[in-house]
């Protein structure tokens, strides 16, 4: 009797200390920092003050790092860059227009789960636009124009791909909130960008 009473102490035990290590193992998955990669393709339209507005296409690739904030939401930050093309009309031809931007983003995401391996994500941010390069004939033509600042708002599906892998599949809406201007020569900002998402999502 006294070895089966031992018996069960000791099962008892090890079924305990195996539940703590599986709550702090969760636990500490939860706070694992995330490295993300974000290819992204669509459309905007370019304001260009005193101008006209031109209507193009848009590809962005963004790096960035994930940290939790809580069981719910996570802070995104990092880099990208992003490059819109488009027509307009210059001495009666058609020719190419050209942004080149380095972005800055940083977003607040929130995470919805239906199952272990299917969750809703929802997001606003803010970017730092750093216009690069821009050729536009006829209106500026020049590298280093200059600075703005943008927001966002983000929604899509995260599928667990392994326990190290998450893939997902977003829907991004962007809109400058400033102008981009250079001594005059140049004010500009993009508007309407919408854009179809795909993340890959790295647990570290």
């Known amino acids: 009797m006294k070895k089966l009473i031992l018996s069960t102490l000791l099962l008892l035990s090890s079924i305990s200390q195996a539940?703590?290590?599986?709550?702090?193992?969760t636990k500490d998955e939860k706070q694992k920092l995330f490295f993300i990669v974000k290819g992204k393709m669509g459309f905007s339209q370019l304001h260009l003050f005193e101008y006209n507005d031109i209507n193009g296409n848009v590809t962005q690739a963004d790096f960035l790092l994930s940290s939790r904030l809580s069981d719910k939401f996570r802070l995104?930050?990092?880099?990208?860059?992003?490059?819109?093309n488009g027509n307009t009309i210059y001495n009666n031809q058609l020719v190419s227009v050209k942004n080149e931007f380095i972005k800055v983003p940083v977003n607040l995401m929130y995470n919805k789960e239906f199952n272990n391996n299917i969750s809703l994500i929802y997001g606003i941010g803010i970017y730092g636009n750093y216009l690069y390069k821009s050729y536009i004939p006829g209106y500026f033509e020049g590298k280093n124009v200059g600075f703005n600042?943008?927001?966002?708002?983000?929604i899509g599906a995260n599928f667990k791909i392994t326990d190290v892998l998450d893939f997902r599949i977003m829907f991004e809406s962007?809109?400058?909130?400033?102008?981009?201007?250079?001594?005059?020569?140049?004010?500009?900002?993009?508007?309407?960008?919408?854009?179809?998402?795909?993340?890959?999502?790295?647990?570290?």
């Not at 600042?149 to 983000?154: E, K, V």
Request: aromatic fraction near 10%; charged fraction near 25%; hydrophobic fraction near 30%.
């Open 19 to 25: 539940q703590e290590n599986k709550e702090e193992t």
């Open 76 to 84: 995104e930050y990092g880099f990208g860059a992003s490059e819109f």
């Open 149 to 154: 600042i943008g927001a966002n708002i983000q």
């Open 174 to 204: 962007q809109s400058d909130l400033s102008k981009i201007s250079k001594q005059g020569l140049i004010k500009q900002q993009e508007k309407k960008t919408n854009l179809f998402a795909i993340n890959l999502v790295y647990k570290l």
